[in-house]
């Protein structure tokens, strides 16, 4: 579980023991029952990351929204996006092997995840990791419920395919950019779980050999 569910669930089950001492019993209900529900959703499940070379797995569980290609810098790009119910495991996992080559926050809206304009105008964190012989970015995107974004490691730490990053607390959505030439293994409306989902397969390596601008590349798309 992750830390946060402790501090939720107790507070929430002392509020419970509270309410409970000095006012009705039954009143002490919903108190527990959200301490309930935030030791459910802050969990932290044990997943099986793919081992193969140049796979890329999702780095969040939810539902495959969006599957686009964007142009940008003179190449093609495939876009997953991925929405996070707040019935969804909310933990992050990097999509492959590599360096973080660059942690980019941008403060903004918190508009429905599912909303397009969210990929733009929320507030929401950029992570570029290089590794594999390819650059993969995904953005963490706050949602209408969400108000924060944690994500741990800093620009120059090693992850290892599947390592848990961080999180994005309640509904959200994150973003997938990786290289068009990789071999797409999702669609539309496929559910996919953070670090064991295969969302593509690198076809040919050492074709992304710097980190792109996410905005950049989104920009020149339209």
Request: proline letters at 3%; glycine letters at 10%; charged letters at 20%.
């Amino acid at each position: 579980m992750v830390r946060d569910g402790y501090y939720y669930g107790m507070a929430f089950l002392a509020a419970a023991v509270l309410v409970g001492w000095f006012a009705k019993p039954g009143w002490a209900l919903i108190p527990a029952l959200l301490a309930l529900f935030f030791l459910w959703f802050f969990r932290d499940p044990e997943r099986a990351v793919p081992a193969t070379n140049g796979t890329i797995v999702s780095p969040a569980d939810g539902k495959v929204t969006d599957v686009s290609i964007v142009a940008g810098s003179g190449k093609t790009w495939t876009r997953i996006s991925i929405f996070l119910s707040v019935f969804d495991v909310h933990v992050n996992r990097s999509p492959i092997a590599g360096v973080v080559h660059e942690v980019r926050y941008q403060r903004g809206k918190f508009l429905n995840a599912m909303d397009r304009a969210s990929a733009e105008q929320n507030e929401q964190n950029i992570v570029y990791v290089e590794g594999d012989g390819q650059t993969v970015i995904f953005k963490q995107i706050a949602g209408l419920l969400a108000r924060r974004i944690v994500f741990n490691p800093k620009v120059g730490d090693r992850l290892e395919r599947g390592q848990r990053v961080g999180l994005i607390k309640f509904g959200s959505r994150v973003d997938v950019l990786f290289d068009s030439a990789a071999a797409l293994q999702v669609k539309i409306g496929d559910r996919v779980r953070g670090g064991a989902s295969v969302l593509a397969y690198v076809v040919s390596k050492g074709e992304l050999t710097g980190a792109v601008s996410y905005s950049s590349v989104e920009k020149e798309a339209r």
